[in-house]
Each structure stands twice: as structure tokens, then as C-alpha cells.
Antibody, heavy 120, light 107 residues
Framework: EVQVVESGGGLVKPGGSLRLSCAAS????????MNWVRQASGKGLEWVSS????????YYADSVKGRFTISRDNAKNSLYLQMNSLRAEDTAVYYC?????????????WGQGTLVTVSS | DIQMTQSPSTLSASVGDRVTITCRAS??????LAWYQQKPGKAPKLLIY???SLESGVPSRFSGSGSGTEFTLTISSLQPDDFATYYC?????????FGQGTKVEIK
């Protein structure tokens, strides 16, 4: 069974840092592109970042470019999001999601999310 | 960036109704469009990809159509489990964008 499980969320002060992790199982992690998508309370979905299977291609939303870094460790079946210079507007549930495949860059499996709260 | 606009934002309907949600792209995205269903406190669930392909396990009452800039998600006969928020997402460009969502409420 395909599973992705996020962790690492919590309360952080503005300007602080946080690292999210996503543990994947039930599929060959090293063959799939992965993504982070976030959702502020009561708001819609916002794509944050994507990384290709071998980390050759990395993309960010303009809202996080220069502050967030996506990475992966295929040996550990894990995806990460390093978040620096956090702002109040980064407060959201962060989802880890798997792409269907090369050329099929929509997300077919999602985790349950981890909540990040940026507040003083 | 490609902007995605859904309409309506909220839709009130009854069990058994035929429901249609529209998604418009600010530029042509061919058929690179997905639809997701989200219930409160839950992760999004993939319903439709490539504008009209039904994801495995999704009931056949869900269907998608369209190409270019205009797309629709149709629920042929609304069931109690279908009351949720629906999002379209374009994946024509690396910067994937979602529509703002359509909440389907009980009338």
C-alpha cells in the first residue's frame, strides 16, 4: 500500500526555521517525483515545490523561492522541506504528495499533512 | 503563471442532482488538468486526470471534459458522500496552480 507520512510541523516564531520530513513506503520512491502542497486554514490549495526522482529538477512557487529548499534521500525513502525566514503567511497544513509519473505531473497519493504555525 | 478560475465558489444541491463545476485557465493548457475532492480535515483525493481520465476506484458518476482553457467536472447524480470541496489543478507548466475551489453543499 502506498503511504506518505509527513512530520516536523509545529509552532515557530517569525524569522525562524523548520524542517519538514515525508516518509514514503509501498512504492519505489526513487522512481517518482515528489511535491509539497500547502493549505492555510479555510483556504485553498497552494503548490509549494517539486523535485524530480533524481533531484535533477527542482521548482518552487514564487512565494517561497529563496526561503524554502526541497530535497530528498532516495536511500531513506524520504522527502524534506527546509523552511527558513518563516512568515505568518506560511502558516498552513503542508502536504507531501507523489506525482503519477514522468509527464504525468499530477499528484495521485497525498499524506495527511503536518501543521506549521508561524506566530510570536 | 497560469491562473485557474473555478465557478461557482459554492454550490447548493440535493441528492440525485446533476452537478457541474467549471474551471477556466488563463492560457491554453491542452488537457493537462486534474480534479481533486477534499473533505474537511482530510487530504485531497484525485478524481480525474488529463481532463477526462477517471482515476481507478472513483465512481463513474464523476466525469471530466474540456481542453484548452475551459473544463468541467460533472457529477451525474449527487450522492451523500459527494458533499465536499472540489479543486482543479493545471499541470501544463512546472508551476502548477490550483483553482480556488468549489464547495458543494447540501441544499
Amino acid at each position: 500500500e502506498v503511504q506518505v507520512v509527513e512530520s516536523g510541523g509545529g509552532l515557530v516564531k517569525p524569522g525562524g526555521s523548520l524542517r519538514l520530513s515525508c516518509a514514503a513506503s509501498g512504492f519505489t520512491f526513487s522512481s517518482y517525483s515528489m511535491n509539497w502542497v500547502r493549505q492555510a486554514s479555510g483556504k485553498g490549495l497552494e503548490w509549494v515545490s517539486s523535485i524530480s526522482s533524481s533531484s535533477s529538477y527542482i521548482y518552487y512557487a514564487d512565494s517561497v523561492k529563496g526561503r524554502f529548499t526541497i530535497s530528498r534521500d532516495n536511500a531513506k525513502n524520504s522527502l524534506y522541506l527546509q523552511m527558513n525566514s518563516l512568515r505568518a503567511e506560511d502558516t498552513a497544513v503542508y502536504y507531501c504528495a507523489r506525482d503519477r509519473g514522468v509527464g504525468d505531473t499530477f499528484s495521485d497519493y497525498w499524506g495527511q499533512g503536518t501543521l506549521v504555525t508561524v506566530s510570536s | 503563471d497560469i491562473q485557474m478560475t473555478q465557478s461557482p465558489s459554492t454550490l447548493s444541491a440535493s441528492v440525485g442532482d446533476r452537478v457541474t463545476i467549471t474551471c477556466r485557465a488563463s492560457q491554453s493548457i491542452s488537457t493537462w488538468l486534474a480534479w481533486y475532492q477534499q473533505k474537511p480535515g482530510k487530504a485531497p483525493k484525485l478524481l480525474i486526470y488529463k481532463a477526462s481520465s477517471l482515476e481507478s476506484g472513483v465512481p463513474s458518476r464523476f466525469s471530466g471534459s474540456g481542453s484548452g482553457t475551459e473544463f468541467t467536472l460533472t457529477i451525474s447524480s449527487l450522492q451523500p458522500d459527494d458533499f465536499a470541496t472540489y479543486y482543479c489543478q493545471q499541470y501544463n507548466s512546472y508551476s502548477r496552480t490550483f483553482g480556488q475551489g468549489t464547495k458543494v453543499e447540501i441544499k
